[in-house]
């Protein structure tokens, strides 16, 4: 009764039945291993509170007490193989900004049956990083249950390095590698994680960074480190919650908000979908955008008194009030992306309100199948009352089977901002624009030239002939743009731009998977994809391109010395037949009438209405 068994799982595809009966799983090329399951390996221990795992037959492995499965780890990931034997809670009691560190002070509640933990140093995980903690003077222990309180010191210099929101994991291992890796709690008596907790703000001007310690929405404990919002202040907060409470006066009505990226843009199709909203005379419908936005001059005048400024008390209040969001990113965007503002964080995670993704750009690049794409998952972070435009058939069997989306979740018309997507007779420009690297975030707020981005950036630039980089343009990431420092490259980035413009004088577009290829092949460009570090990519994604050799509109490099001759192959060439064929099974309209059909099916469906 008291050994532990060991057997190795296998991939679960098929079922093998016997007398209609189910008898086992298997798949077919490892229909050899068809009954592996129903070999059990014992393993002796010397002591029954004791967990041994020194056998190790093959990549995983179910741990039993008996015939009762108690867990399971793979020998990469052996630190959490007591992960099920264990029960750990953690409360936070107190945050605190000390000189040069952050102290976090919490109750530690360890449930150990099997006394695995006895002995053993608890230490914080962050990231790459570890620290330990120091027990204080309350304990508590009763036979397996245990409380005490701790208290642990991280350096600022470490945490301006971490990513933008790094789990804190309450760990020990011992001296076979084997322990726990569990993320801490925020609040012992908020399981669900619906309050939205955070800690007061730490600011470092120099550097344009805040720190604080929040609640995630399972009630996980994470350090957050970003650039300044404006909202962290106290007087920006006192408005948001006054604008919170007058809210709750007013009678229901509907309004739908219009919003682009970091709610600063006026060029992509929620700016199309809401002029022509307006045109057709329709009511109750805003824009949002930041007042000192370039871009706010492109705003027609008799859409003028249907704007509504970033970080006004109307900005606020309708933020509050409306049941319909409408824009091409999330509804965070709507008001400032990682606000901390609880009001704020619980209508967007309430789900009373309908939300339209109009999309950024095709979202045919980057596998749904991911938990790195959790906002586009219908099971995940997208809110439960939205709906999707998608251009095709493909794109929306894409959100079907990787995002959990019904068929009636989605408008299949195309884009909006296709309407006016144009190029001109003219145009004879090379655009280098790679995919944002969100891991490169804080390297690149601090030390850009150390990023990967850059790297790759000035690989793509390095080849390119020297006869065409007087018609080369770079675009990169708003935030690269803003950190980098006068170099070679700087001096092809333009100082203001607007992507519709720029794509208008564009012959040949360079990229990796940027959703911006299928913006410049309708327009009539041509487009390279360079895929040397597609896997690196991929890896730090734990993502797949859904474009492969098969399927790509354009030529793929797979490595930077073939760019020089692609890119004379393909500057100022027509588009090649069988690339116009791949394309038009991802992208299928072409007639310019994509808002039209949009408005149809809102209309239809009683989302908009005079």
């Excluded at 959100?399 to 018309?413: A, C, E, P, Q, R």
């Amino acid at each position: 009764e008291d050994k532990f068994y060991s057997d190795c799982i296998i991939q679960l595809r098929c079922n093998k039945c016997k007398s209609n009966k189910w008898s086992c799983s298997y798949i077919e090329k490892n229909e050899t291993c068809v009954y592996n399951q129903f070999l059990k390996i014992a393993n002796s221990f010397k002591n029954q509170n004791e967990v041994d795992s020194n056998y190790i037959e093959q990549i995983r492995y179910n741990t039993y007490k008996g015939k009762k499965r108690i867990g399971s780890y793979i020998e990469e990931n052996k630190n959490c193989v007591y992960n099920r034997l264990l029960r750990v809670a953690n409360h936070l009691t107190r945050v605190k900004y000390g000189t040069d560190t952050l102290i976090i002070k919490g109750l530690l509640f360890v449930v150990d049956p099997f006394c695995i933990s006895k002995g053993q140093k608890f230490f914080v995980e962050l990231g790459k990083n570890n620290y330990y903690i120091k027990k204080k003077r309350f304990k508590i222990s009763l036979n397996s249950h245990h409380v005490f309180s701790y208290e642990v010191e991280i350096p600022y210099s470490d945490i301006i390095e971490l990513e933008i929101h790094t789990r804190f994991g309450l760990c020990f291992i011992d001296k076979k590698g084997f322990g726990i890796n569990k993320t801490a709690s925020y609040n012992l008596f908020d399981s669900g994680g619906t309050n939205y907790r955070s800690s007061k703000v730490k600011t470092f001007e120099d550097i344009n960074t805040s720190i604080y310690v929040r609640q995630s929405a399972k009630n996980g404990l994470y350090i957050t480190n970003r650039v300044i919002n404006k909202t962290d202040s106290k007087n920006e907060n006192r408005k948001i919650n006054i604008a919170y409470y007058i809210s709750k006066l007013y009678a229901k009505k509907d309004i739908a908000l219009f919003y682009e990226k970091m709610a600063y843009k006026y060029e992509e199709s929620a700016a199309v979908l809401f002029e022509r909203l307006i045109e057709q005379d329709y009511k109750d419908i805003f824009y949002i955008i930041d007042k000192n936005s370039s871009q706010v001059e492109l705003i027609p005048k008799k859409c003028i008194p249907y704007v509504v400024f970033k970080y006004s008390f109307k900005h606020y209040l309708y933020f509050f009030r409306t049941n319909l969001f409408v824009g091409t990113e999330s509804i965070a965007h709507s008001f400032e992306l990682r606000m901390k503002n609880s009001h704020a964080l619980k209508k967007i995670h309430n789900n009373k309100y309908k939300y339209l993704f109009l999309q950024h750009g095709i979202t045919y690049m980057l596998s749904l199948n991911s938990t790195a794409r959790d906002i586009f998952n219908k099971n995940g972070s997208f809110p439960k009352n939205g709906k999707v435009v998608v251009s095709s058939l493909v794109e929306a069997r894409h959100f079907i089977d990787y995002g959990n989306f019904k068929f009636s979740d989605l408008y299949i018309s195309g884009l909006t901002k296709f309407d006016k997507a144009i190029k001109k007779a003219n145009a004879d420009k090379i655009v280098i624009m790679p995919t944002w690297r969100p891991w490169d975030y804080n390297t690149v707020r601090i030390n850009p030239v150390e990023s990967t981005y850059y790297k790759f950036l000035k690989n793509l630039f390095e080849q390119v002939p020297l006869e065409y980089r007087e018609k080369l343009i770079i675009l990169p990431h708003p935030l690269f743009k803003k950190t980098m420092s006068e170099n070679e490259l700087t001096k092809y980035i333009p100082e203001q731009f607007v992507y519709d413009e720029i794509l208008k004088d564009t012959a040949l577009l360079i990229t990796d998977y940027s959703s911006i290829s299928y913006d410049a092949f309708y327009r009539g460009a041509n487009v390279i994809f360079c895929w040397e570090e597609k896997d690196f990519c991929m890896n730090c994604y734990n993502n797949t391109l859904m474009l492969n050799d098969d399927n790509a509109f354009a030529d793929i490099s797979y490595q930077y010395e073939d760019l020089g001759d692609l890119i004379r192959n393909n500057y100022m060439t027509p588009q090649r037949p069988e690339n116009i064929e791949k394309y038009r099974k991802i992208v299928e309209f072409s007639d310019n009438k994509n808002t039209d059909r949009l408005i149809r099916m809102l209309k239809y469906d009683g989302l908009i209405k005079k």
